[in-house]
């Protein structure tokens, strides 16, 4: 079997052969190099992408210091990458000058490693859902503790802690190396509202709602609404409201109106002794929107 994960060795008169069966042969078959080089080959053979360290000392018979040796080594020729520390994905040729996988590509075995549910969001999961006018910088992951951001070769993954992460609903995307979990358009939104920092603000915020609007059920709405605090409803009908997006809102409006007594401002960040009152929404609008529709 011929391998794509070739160029593992600092000789240069090896690095130029492409049959491995030999290069093997050459470099001591039993060096903890070759032997991973070989396992990283039938794991994307068996359309495994990515693996542990724990994984590789197990399955190679070695130690611990010698596999970290060596997944430094191929690492170094691009083959591989680590997001987190004790945890790598195989790099194929096509990601090179990525220097690493897709995060969509390797986020959900990552997820599964580290036993926590997760969901695409924010303003990643509006592309997904066809809003792409806003495009983002990284790519956003919620879940329900902090993490510190994954900066892998050209990738930045940011994580978004949210309590109430668990529960809601999501969808299911086909990727190259199977499946990722994408907040609803329904979700989408809420989230964009809750978080317009990580999203550029709420005029981007209501660039997207623009654009994700058409795809959002009246319905699912008011029942994801419901599991969040209230004031993202308040807040997220007002936005609807002000990009046309009124044609979704009824049951959220209804939500809003049996529960909610008190208004909020629309920027928590800015004064609203003096702000014009929504009370459709009870929303202090304290802001001027300039989406860019």
Known sequence: MQSVWG????????????????????????????????????????????????????ALGKTDVAVRAAIRRLARHGAIATP???????????????????????????????????????LSAAQYHGAGHQRPQAFF??????????????????????????????ATFNTPRGTVAVSSPELTAIDLVAYPARSGGLDAVATVLAELAERIDPKELAVAAGQAPRVLAQRLGHLLDAVDGGAVTGPLAALVADSVRDYAPLEPSLPASDAVRDAKWRILVNVDLEPDL
């Open 141 to 170: 992951v919620v879940e329900a503790k902090n993490r510190a951001p994954i900066v892998c070769g050209a990738v930045r993954v940011e994580f978004v802690a949210k309590k109430w992460a668990k529960g809601f609903p999501v």
């Open 84 to 122: 987190v520390r004790g945890f790598h994905v195989l790099v194929p040729p096509e990601y090179r000058r990525l220097g690493c996988l897709p995060p969509e590509q390797f986020i959900p075995d990552l997820m599964r490693v580290l036993g926590r549910a997760y969901y695409v969001g924010l």
């Open 7 to 58: 160029g593992v060795d600092d000789r240069q008169r090896l690095l130029a052969k492409s049959n491995v069966k030999r290069y093997f042969d050459e470099v001591k078959p039993e060096s903890p190099i070759a032997d991973l080089a070989a396992y990283t080959t039938d794991l994307a053979a068996s359309g495994r992408s990515s693996f542990t360290t724990k994984e590789a000392v197990a």
